[in-house]
C-alpha cells in the first residue's frame, strides 16, 4: 500500500497562489492515478483534479480549469497542485488520493474509487 502526505497549505490573498505537495512512500508511486479532493466547512467532500499514472493526462473539475495545474514527478514520488487566481471559494482542507486499479481518468472524480487518502492540508484564501 501507498501512504500519502500533504503539504503546502496556508492562508493566501484572494488573487494569490499557493503550490500543495502530496509525498508519497511505501509502494510503487507510478502505479498509481492520484487525484486531489477538496473538502470545505458544512459541505461535501468535492473533486478537484486528477492525474494519470505517467502524467500525461489529467482532468479537473469546471470551477479550477484553468487556474489550478496537476502535475507529478515520479522520481521524486509528488504529485503538486498549482493553484493560481485563488478565490475565497477555494478555502478548504486538501487532500490528495490513490487507486492504482482505474484504467482511465474517467472515474477519478468519484471519491469511492480511491483506497488511499493523505490526513490534508488546509487552504484558507481571505477576501
Known amino acids: 500500500q501507498v501512504q500519502l502526505v500533504e503539504s503546502g497549505g496556508g492562508l493566501v490573498q484572494a488573487g494569490g497562489s499557493l503550490r500543495l505537495s502530496c509525498a508519497a512512500s511505501?509502494?510503487?508511486?507510478?502505479?498509481?492515478?492520484i487525484a486531489w479532493f477538496r473538502q470545505a466547512p458544512g459541505k461535501e467532500r468535492e473533486f478537484a483534479a486528477a492525474i494519470s499514472r505517467d502524467g500525461s493526462s489529467t482532468t479537473y473539475t469546471f470551477s479550477v480549469k484553468g487556474r489550478f495545474t496537476i502535475s507529478r514527478d515520479n522520481a521524486k514520488n509528488t504529485v503538486y497542485l498549482q493553484m493560481n487566481s485563488l478565490k475565497p471559494e477555494d478555502t478548504a482542507v486538501y487532500y490528495c488520493?490513490?487507486?492504482?486499479?482505474?484504467?482511465?481518468?474517467?472515474?477519478?472524480?468519484?471519491?469511492?474509487?480511491?483506497?488511499?487518502w493523505g490526513q490534508g492540508t488546509q487552504v484558507t484564501v481571505s477576501s
Open positions: 488520493a490513490g487507486d492504482r486499479t482505474m484504467a482511465t481518468l474517467t472515474r477519478s472524480p468519484d471519491a469511492d474509487k480511491y483506497d488511499y
Open positions: 511505501g509502494h510503487t508511486f507510478s502505479n498509481y492515478i
